[in-house]
């Protein structure tokens, strides 16, 4: 049990970067060593790490940025307002290559226009964390092993006006982190959750510009245990909120301001150890809002904001930077993104770079991201809308 706990552990602070800290500006020290860090630890964390490079080169902000291939993860009711008849996106992250060299996350995701309305899509996110040794209680080799986690989602996207659509996505997660390992009760890990999205966005023609307003509800599903009922874990729900501005300069060029709000919905460090793991379901996700220990400006530190910019010039080039913030004593991470964009009649290839800006260099140095995409217009139909 103790070895399943440290692996879980393991995951969990890999999954969400967590792997440095500077409390009160000094050197960099082990998250797990830090009296003073109160980060927040879900199950299967690797649902929460960005896809795409579009949005990680725009600081992790999605929720209410023009609709792609991608939309799904960040909010489902986007996929309505994707203005082509079906594609596809591909996208491949070497993850935490400063420190591991054979860990990557893989992100494949499509979608089709029923008509009008209703778009469906599809996608499956698969994270290999390499190749391990195991050893026994004597710290003899007890063979190798390459854990995984995957999750697959199907989504349905409907517009309700011509400004604002709703979304929801079926997810169904598997997690499998030390195998058949000998000395072990633990398995694998299974759950179902499901997304719920809002989208609004309003063109301004006067100012040749358009204001889009997004929400949306991640994961929203039971807890996950490797051994027994009774030793479960919450899995990553999380509130998004966000907004997003796109100016048309001219013809040719435009900018795009975005700016997300993430707040994680399951319980609060208390203190005491494996308190908040055995809160039911219903109680941690809505008591997050006001169960942690240091009253309400705890609960606002656990807010982290993502913010970016996209330039487009001719529907050709993009460039893209951003900035994401987390509070210093829910895991501290800060750091810088930058992008680019080529597409090319129906073939769009997006690159993504991550900077982290704590003083001490990290796992998250380097980090780089690659999304390939492929999308086909809608053909001509005749009148489908089900709504006018």
Do not use: C
């Amino acid at each position: 049990m103790n070895k399943l706990r440290f692996l879980v552990l393991i995951s969990s602070a890999i999954g969400s970067f967590a792997a440095y800290s500077q409390p009160n500006g000094g050197g960099g020290v082990i998250i797990g060593q830090d009296l003073n860090n109160k980060s927040i630890t879900t199950a299967v964390p690797f649902l929460g790490i960005t896809p795409d490079s579009r949005a990680a080169g725009m600081g992790d902000a999605g929720v209410a940025t023009s609709p792609d291939a991608n939309s799904a993860y960040w909010n489902a009711a986007k996929l309505a307002f994707i203005d082509q008849g079906y594609g596809g996106s591909l996208s491949y992250t070497p993850w935490l290559g400063k420190i591991i060299n054979d860990m990557r996350l893989v992100h494949l995701s499509g979608f089709y226009k029923i008509n009008r309305e209703e778009t469906v899509g599809a996608s499956l996110k698969y994270f290999d964390l390499g190749d391990i040794e195991l050893r026994d209680v004597n710290n003899n080799p007890n063979g190798r092993y390459n854990p995984r986690e995957m999750a697959f989602d199907v989504t349905y996207s409907r517009l309700l006006t011509d400004h604002f659509s709703i979304g929801g996505s079926l997810r169904y997660i598997y997690s499998n982190l030390v195998g058949s390992f000998q000395g072990s009760d633990a398995g694998s890990a299974h759950s179902v959750a499901v997304d719920l999205g809002v989208f609004y966005t309003k063109p301004f023609e006067s100012k040749n510009a358009t204001l889009s307003l997004g929400a949306a509800i991640n994961n929203i599903g039971a807890k996950v245990s490797y051994t027994d009922p009774n030793n479960s874990d919450f899995i990553p729900t999380n509130l998004r909120l966000g907004a997003a501005y796109k100016m048309d300069l001219n013809p040719l060029n435009s900018l795009t301001f975005a700016l997300d709000f993430n707040k994680l919905m399951v319980p609060s460090p208390s203190g005491v150890v494996g308190s908040s793991r055995k809160k039911p379901l219903l109680e941690g996700i809505f008591g997050s809002f006001s169960d942690a220990p240091g009253g309400f400006s705890e609960e606002l530190s656990e807010i982290t904001i993502s913010s970016g910019i996209e330039y487009w010039y001719n529907n050709t080039f993009a460039g893209r930077l951003g900035y994401f913030y987390e509070d210093q004593s829910k895991g501290n991470r800060k750091y810088l993104t930058a992008g680019v964009g080529f597409k090319y009649d129906k073939f769009v290839l997006d690159i993504a770079y991550m900077i982290p800006t704590n003083k001490r260099e990290n796992a998250l140095a380097e980090t780089i991201r690659f999304s390939i995409m492929y999308v086909f217009p809608t053909k001509a139909k005749e009148e489908e809308s089900v709504t006018d």
